[in-house]
C-alpha cells in the first residue's frame, strides 16, 4: 500500500516528534512514513530523537544559511532529496514564506498548543500560549492541528482537542497536560489521516 515519506521540522525537545515516532513503531501511523527530521536550532534534543530512531536528521538553519531565501532553498534540497511528500512542523519556530507554504499547499501540518482561534498567531508559542490562557481566565484549552499557510496558525484546522485548566495550573503543568493529554495523540492522528489522503489521491 503506498505510504507518504513524511519530513518533520523540528526545533527543541522534541516530544511530539517522539509522539510521531512512537506511533509509526506502534503501526498506528502506518500510511505515513517518517523518512528524515530536520532541525533549525543546531543540537536541538529532537535530533538525538530521530537518531535513537534511525531517522536521517540535517540540522538547517536560517543564521548559517545567512538569509530566510537560502535557508528555504536548503530545506527545500534536502525535503526534495528525501522525497518528502508531507512536511509537519513540531515545534517548530521558524517562520516560512508565503511562496514557501503556497509550494506546498495543503501538505504542511502544524500543531499549536491552544484551541485556535484563542491564543494564537505572532508572539504566540510555547509557554507564551499557556501563560496567556491563565492570564485570561480560559477554563477550557487544549491543542489543534491545522495546515500552514502564510498567516501564522491560520490554515484550515484539521483536529482539535479540549484540556481542562484546573486551579493552580502553573504555565508548565498546562503545558505538561496540553501535550500529554492533546498534542501527542492529535498530531499522530492528523499525520495518519492526512497521509492516506495525500497517498489515495
Ligand atoms: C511545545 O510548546 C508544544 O506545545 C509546541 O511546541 C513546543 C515544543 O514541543 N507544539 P516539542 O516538545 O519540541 O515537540
Same mark, same amino acid.
Given at each position: 500500500m503506498k505510504q507518504t515519506k513524511i519530513a518533520v521540522l523540528v526545533s527543541g525537545g522534541g516530544t511530539n516528534l517522539q509522539a510521531l515516532l512512537d506511533a509509526?513503531? +506502534?503501526g498506528t501511523l502506518h500510511r505515513g512514513r517518517i523518512v528524515l527530521v530536520i532541525s533549525d536550532r543546531p543540537g536541538a534534543f529532537a535530533l538525538k530523537r530521530a537518531e535513537k530512531s534511525g531517522v536521517p536528521g540535517l540540522e538547517i538553519?536560517?543564521?548559517?544559511?545567512?538569509?530566510?531565501?537560502?535557508? /528555504?532553498?536548503? %530545506?527545500?534540497? +534536502? %525535503? /526534495?532529496?528525501?522525497g518528502a511528500d508531507l512536511i509537519i512542523l513540531a515545534g517548530f519556530l521558524s517562520i516560512l514564506s508565503a511562496d514557501f507554504t503556497?509550494?506546498?499547499d495543503h501538505r504542511i501540518l502544524n500543531i499549536h498548543p491552544s484551541l485556535i482561534p484563542s491564543f494564537c498567531g505572532a508572539g504566540f508559542y510555547g509557554l507564551k500560549v499557556h501563560e496567556a490562557a491563565l492570564a485570561r481566565g480560559v477554563k477550557v484549552t487544549g491543542a489543534t492541528v491545522h495546515y500552514v499557510n502564510e498567516?501564522?496558525?491560520?490554515?484550515?484546522?484539521?483536529?482539535?482537542?479540549a484540556v481542562e485548566i484546573l486551579p493552580g495550573d502553573t504555565p508548565e503543568i498546562l503545558q505538561r497536560r496540553v501535550m500529554e493529554q492533546a498534542e501527542w495523540i492529535l498530531l499522530p492522528q492528523a499525520a495518519e489521516t492526512v497521509s492516506a489522503l495525500l497517498a489515495d489521491r
Open positions: 509509526q513503531a +506502534a538553519s536560517k543564521k548559517a544559511c545567512g538569509g530566510q531565501a537560502a535557508f /528555504e532553498q536548503k %530545506l527545500t534540497e +534536502a %525535503l /526534495e532529496d528525501h503556497r509550494a506546498w498567516i501564522p496558525d491560520g490554515g484550515e484546522i484539521i483536529a482539535q482537542k
